[in-house]
C-alpha cells in the first residue's frame, strides 16, 4: 500500500508508492538523516537492516566516512561535497549543526505527506523537510523550509538554499540524460557518462531558459533504454535561477542536489521570517525511459496542471496569428483569418504580438498594454465578438514582465527595470526587464494584465517573455539583499498568475518565453500549456519534441501547423507531414491560412477533425515513443487509453535511401488478448501480431507521414 511509515524505535522512515520505496533514518546522534534506500519495494524491516549497517566498511577509517549519504546536507563539519544548505549567523558562525526535532505524518486525499523538523543545535535555525507520495504515482514531492526560529533576532544569511538532495544507489558508471539546446532548439535529449567530480547543469538567466531544462533521468548503459531497466529521474518545479549539481564522490557515490542557483544569490532571512523552497521531485522505474516519461505525464495530469471539474481539460485546437501577420495587427486582417480558421475546425483563435499601443516593430509598446487605436479604432470587442460569433474562443499575447524604453510605461517609471547605478542596462530585443520583486512593479503587473481580461471576454493568454535577465540590480534596496530579486521575480509572478486564475477561473494561459524558455514544473502549476520553440518546422520540432515529452506531458507541448516552405529554415514540407507532427501534442495552427490553397484548406479541415477524433488520446493517453528520431529517418509515437482499448499511432518519414524504410511498426502495452480495428480502413488486428510482427506500414518516402486509430474490437 503507498504511504509512509515510520519506526520510533529505529527513527527510520519508508515512502511507499504503487512501484518503489524511498527510506531514510536518523544517525545515532540525531544530527543526520542518512539516506538508506530510493528504488524498488522494500519492506519496513529490509530498511532497519540497511540502517543498523555501518556506512562504508572499505572506507571507515577516514574522516569523510562518518559523513554518510545524506537528505538534507548543511555546510559545516566534515563535509566535503555540494552542500544544500549553508548559513552565516549574525556573530560570524557560518556552518550548521543539526539535531532532531520532530515528525509530523499527514494523510490527504490520495496522498500522504511527512515533515521531518531539525534545529540548529545553538543558532535560532531550522529545517522542514517535506515529502508526498501518492497513491496514483510513484513520483516522489520534496521539498524544504528553512525558518529563522527568533522573531527578535537579527537576519540569517543563506548562501545556497536546495531543495533536496537525492541520493543514488552505490554503483559506477552512471549514466545521465538531460535536456539541452537553445532558441528555436530546444530540449534535445542529450546524455553522458558521468565521472567522479561535478557536473552542473544551470540556469543563470532568471528564467528556465531554452538551454538546459530542470530535468535529469540516471541509469545504467546497457542495462537500461527506451523500453526497459531501472531509470531514477528528478524535476524540479522552478521557474527562475535554478542549478542542479551531479556528484560523485569517493566510493562512487552519486548525489543529485538542486534548487534555486545560489550564483549571484545570497538570501537574507530576516528574524521569525520563513523560506518555502520549490518542489524537486524524484522518480523510479523498471520500465525504462518511456516508463519514466509516462510517470512523468501521469504525474502532471493528476497533480500538477490545472483542473477543472477533477480533471485537465483537453486543450483546443488554435490558431494563431504571428506567422502569418506579425506586428501587422488590425481588426479587419484577423477578422479576415479568424473566418477561414473558424472554416477549419479551430475552437480557440489568438491575435499574437502587435495589437497594443505603439507596437508597430520589436522595439516599441512594450508596457502600454491597450489596443492600438490606429489598429482597432473600435477597440478589441468587435473582433472578439466576430471570433464568438464563429463558435470560437478569443485568446490574446501579453509580455508583461518586460518594457521597450519607447513606451509610457518606461517614459513613467524608468526605475522599474533591472539595472546598476552604474551602469546602461543590455537591452535584449530592445527589451528591458521590469523588477517583480518590487512588491509595486508586481502590483502593476497584476493590475494591468486583470484589467484586460475583465474588461474584454478573453478566455486564454499567451504570456510571453521574451529575454533572459541581465544587470539584475535593484538601486533603491542597496543594503537590504537587493539579490533577493533572482528568487522574489519568480515568486511574485507565481502569485500573479495565481492571483489572475482565481479571479477569473475561465482564463487559460499558455507559457511562453522565445518559445520554450520557460517549460518546467513550476509554471505547469500555473499554466496550461507551453509554447515549445519558436521553430515551427515539422522536420526539426520531431526532434524538439522528443526531447520535450521525456519531462512534459504531450497535453501540456503546443505544436503548430504553419507555411511552407517554412519561414524560419526555408525547408517545404507536406501539409500531411506539418500536420501529423504538431497533432503529437496540443495541435494549433500558425500559418497565413490567406494564402493556403481551396484545396489546401479542405486538407486542414479533414485533418483538424482528424485530431479532434484522436485528441483524449493523444492528451490523456499513455505515450509509447515506439521509434525515435533520433535514430534516423523513421519514427512513431503511440498513445494508447488508460483502459488499453483505444490507440493513435502517428509515424513519420524523414529522408533516407528508398527500401531502407522499415515495413512494421511493433506497438507496445496492448491487451494481448484483445483485436484492435482501423478505424479508417476497418480491417482487424490480432494485438500479440501487432506486438511482435508489428502493425504493417505502407510504403511512403521523405516527409510521408501517417495516422493510424485503432479501437478494440
Ligand atoms: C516570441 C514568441 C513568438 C511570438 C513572438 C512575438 O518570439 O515565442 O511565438 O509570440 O515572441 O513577438
Redesign the pocket.
Known amino acids: 500500500m503507498p504511504g509512509i511509515s515510520h519506526d520510533d524505535q529505529a527513527r527510520t522512515w519508508l515512502l511507499r508508492t504503487p512501484a518503489s520505496a524511498y527510506g531514510f533514518g536518523l544517525s545515532p546522534d540525531g544530527a543526520t538523516v542518512r539516506h538508506l534506500h530510493w528504488g524498488a519495494p522494500i519492506e519496513h524491516e529490509d530498511l532497519n537492516v540497511l540502517a543498523g549497517r555501518p556506512d562504508d566498511p572499505s572506507v571507515q577509517r577516514m574522516a569523510w566516512a562518518r559523513q554518510p549519504p545524506a537528505e538534507y546536507v548543511p555546510w559545516g563539519g566534515l563535509r566535503f561535497d555540494e552542500p544544500t544548505l549553508k548559513a552565516d549567523f549574525p556573530d560570524g558562525t557560518r556552518t550548521i549543526e543539526w539535531g532532531y526535532d520532530s515528525q509530523l505524518i499527514t494523510e490527504e486525499d490520495g496522498a500522504t505527506a511527512l515533515t521531518l523538523r531539525l534545529r540548529d543545535r545553538r543558532y535560532p535555525l531550522a529545517v522542514e523537510l517535506g515529502y508526498r507520495v501518492f497513491t496514483s504515482t510513484d513520483v516522489i514531492e520534496r521539498w524544504a523550509r528553512i525558518r529563522h526560529t527568533d522573531p527578535g533576532g537579527q537576519p540569517i544569511v543563506l548562501h545556497q538554499a536546495l531543495s533536496a538532495n537525492w541520493c543514488l544507489p552505490a554503483g559506477d558508471h552512471w549514466r545521465l540524460r538531460y535536456l539541452a539546446g537553445g532558441h528555436v532548439g530546444e530540449t534535445q535529449l542529450t546524455d553522458t557518462v558521468l565521472t567522479p567530480g561535478k557536473l552542473v547543469l544551470e540556469s543563470r538567466r532568471g528564467i528556465t531558459s531554452h538551454q538546459a531544462s530542470p530535468w535529469f533521468a540516471l541509469d545504467h548503459p546497457g542495462h537500461a533504454d527506451e523500453t526497459h531497466g531501472e531509470v531514477w529521474s528528478g524535476a524540479l518545479a522552478w521557474s527562475g535561477s535554478w542549478k542542479l549539481v551531479f556528484e560523485i564522490t569517493q566510493g562512487d557515490r552519486l548525489h543529485v542536489c538542486g534548487g534555486y542557483n545560489d550564483f549571484d544569490s545570497p538570501l537574507a532571512l530576516p528574524p521569525g521570517a520563513d523560506l518555502v523552497l520549490p518542489v524537486f521531485c524524484g522518480v523510479y522505474g523498471t520500465e525504462g525511459t518511456g516508463g519514466i516519461s509516462r510517470s512523468w505525464h501521469d504525474y502532471q495530469l493528476g497533480h500538477v496542471l490545472p483542473r477543472r471539474s477533477g480533471q485537465v481539460p483537453l486543450r483546443p485546437v488554435l490558431y494563431?496569428s504571428?506567422?502569418a501577420t506579425?506586428?501587422a495587427v488590425d481588426e479587419a486582417g484577423q477578422g479576415e483569418l479568424a473566418e477561414l480558421a473558424a472554416s477549419l475546425g479551430v475552437e480557440l483563435f489568438v491575435v499574437?504580438?502587435?495589437w497594443f499601443t505603439g507596437r508597430t516593430h520589436?522595439a516599441a509598446g512594450l508596457g502600454d498594454w491597450a489596443a492600438d487605436p490606429a489598429k482597432f479604432p473600435r477597440g478589441l470587442d468587435p473582433l472578439i465578438e466576430r471570433v464568438h460569433g464563429l463558435g470560437m474562443r478569443f485568446g490574446l499575447?501579453v509580455?508583461p514582465e518586460m518594457v521597450n524604453e519607447d513606451s509610457e510605461l518606461y517614459r513613467a517609471h524608468p526605475d522599474w527595470v533591472f539595472h546598476f547605478p552604474g551602469r546602461a542596462p543590455a537591452e535584449w530585443?530592445h527589451q528591458l526587464v521590469l523588477n517583480l520583486g518590487r512588491p509595486d512593479v508586481a502590483g502593476w503587473v497584476h493590475a494591468a494584465v486583470d484589467r484586460l481580461v475583465t474588461d474584454h471576454d478573453i478566455s486564454f493568454l499567451?504570456w510571453?517573455m521574451?529575454r533572459h535577465f541581465s544587470d539584475p540590480g535593484w538601486p533603491d534596496e542597496l543594503g537590504h539583499n537587493p539579490e533577493r530579486a533572482w528568487v522574489d521575480h519568480t515568486r511574485n509572478l507565481y502569485a500573479i498568475i495565481d492571483r489572475l486564475r482565481s479571479a477569473h477561473p475561465g482564463l487559460d494561459i499558455e507559457s511562453?518565453?522565445?518559445?520554450g524558455g520557460r517549460a518546467d514544473l513550476g509554471i505547469l502549476a500555473r499554466t496550461d500549456q507551453i509554447?515549445a520553440?519558436?521553430n515551427t518546422d515539422a522536420a526539426d520540432r520531431l526532434l524538439i519534441q522528443d526531447g520535450f515529452t521525456h519531462a512534459y506531458a504531450p497535453a501540456a507541448m503546443m505544436c503548430w501547423v504553419t507555411d511552407s516552405p517554412n519561414p524560419f529554415t526555408g525547408r517545404p514540407l507536406p501539409l500531411s507531414f506539418r500536420f501529423h507532427v504538431a497533432m503529437a501534442g496540443a495541435l494549433g495552427i500558425?500559418g497565413d491560412l490567406r494564402r493556403w490553397s481551396a484545396a489546401e484548406r479542405e486538407e486542414a479541415r479533414q485533418l483538424v477533425a482528424g485530431y479532434q477524433a484522436i485528441r483524449p488520446l493523444v492528451q490523456r493517453g499513455r505515450l509509447y515513443r515506439l521509434a525515435s528520431p533520433r535514430d534516423g529517418g523513421f519514427a512513431a509515437s503511440q498513445y494508447l487509453s488508460a483502459d488499453g482499448g483505444e490507440l493513435a499511432v502517428l509515424a513519420w518519414w524523414r529522408p533516407r535511401p528508398y527500401g531502407s524504410y522499415p515495413t512494421a511498426l511493433r506497438l507496445a502495452g496492448l491487451d494481448p488478448a484483445a483485436r484492435y480495428r482501423d478505424m479508417v480502413t476497418g480491417e482487424e488486428h490480432r494485438a500479440r501480431v501487432l506486438m511482435q510482427a508489428g502493425l504493417p506500414l505502407p510504403p511512403r518516402i521523405d516527409y510521408g507521414s501517417q495516422l493510424f486509430h485503432l479501437r478494440r474490437a
Open positions: 494563431n504571428w506567422e506579425g506586428f499574437d504580438d502587435g520589436a499575447w509580455e530585443r499567451k510571453d521574451n511562453c518565453s522565445g518559445g509554447w520553440s519558436d500558425g
